[in-house]
């Protein structure tokens, strides 16, 4: 296993899999906060202390195995080109945040890609476990078997009234943030979408974009997170963040349902107008990609589009980003040149649908 294992196919093995819900869910994800309990965080830690932390995982955990996840690749960022940094950002492998920071920051990713740790971001450790659909409990079940299986060796951070103790207070408790990644074309078609987002977000719920924080909703992709980290068990704020995601997945199937109803042959010529755009194009930027793509996506789920896979929007999502296309042509390219690339990778993935 090596590094191009993880950056020469735009699709990760756990997401080839189709979870509960998975028409509107992609995926479901646990991610928790942990820092060592004697030294500094990242931001105020000398360049010696997070040396120590980045050598005792790549000395404890590189090659190892947890579970069915075999084989961890230690990767040092500072080791990385700026287009293989893209390229796991865009697989969400790692953040963006990772890559500003100190020359110790590191990355333990399983062979299957189900479970990154991010080392010296903001947080000493940000530990992220993925699945396929809407999968929470069973991600959360195991994002806290690997938490223990690092605590075997590592001694937290924790306080018994506060809990785990994090760099940003809003972190501070149980240091989970759990999110649900959600394809919501009809909720957006119908406009519905402007009015659903500040309710959730009074109820101590976000909604961004598919990057998270400061990004925009690409391709009608939405994450949908907890704010809220203390107070509650880790259990009722993945209830609770279920509840939420099962509300919007009624909502995005009666809006489709509306659609379909009341503007069926507008909605199919929307469909294949963009699959003819996808099909056809010899240049085309990212946004419009996106928005075909979700076009297209949407036509597979109501049985419009039969000859197309639907997991082929989680792939081409990767494919239309410049960091993958960068690294796909084996050099930097222009605005224009990946626009052009775009669409030639756009073209020869839906002609294997065939």
Known sequence: MSLEHFID??????????????????????????????????????????????DFFQEKYEHQSFQNHEEFEFISISDLTGVEKHV???????????????????????????ISVMIN??????????????QLGKALEDAFAFDDWLEEKVDYAFDEMRGYLTCCPTNVGTGLRASVMMHLPGLTMTKQINRIIPAI????????????????????????????????SEEDIVSDLESIVNQLIGHERNARS???KQSELTLEDRIYRSYGVLEYSRIINATEAARCISNVRLGIDLGIIKHTSRNILNEL???????????FAKKNLTANERDVLRASLIRERLELEK
């Open 9 to 54: 196919e735009a699709i990760s093995p756990w997401m080839r899999d189709d979870g509960p819900e998975s028409d509107i869910v992609l995926s479901s994800r646990i991610r928790l906060a942990r820092n060592f309990a004697d030294i500094p965080y990242p931001l105020i830690a000398d360049e010696g202390k997070l040396e120590e932390i980045h």
């Open 88 to 114: 796991l950002v865009e697989k969400h492998l790692i953040s963006p945040h990772l890559v500003k920071y100190s020359d110790e920051a590191a990355a333990l990713i399983s062979q299957n890609e189900q």
């Open 121 to 134: 971001e903001e947080d000493h450790l940000r530990i992220q476990l993925y699945y396929p659909g809407l």
């Open 201 to 232: 977000n009074q109820l101590g719920f976000v909604v961004r974009g598919i990057y998270g924080e400061g990004s925009e909703a690409l391709g009608n992709i939405f994450q949908v997170s907890n704010q809220i980290t203390l107070g509650k």
């Open 258 to 260: 509306i659609l379909m």
């Open 317 to 327: 999502m990767v494919l239309i980003q410049p960091g993958f296309l960068q690294h």
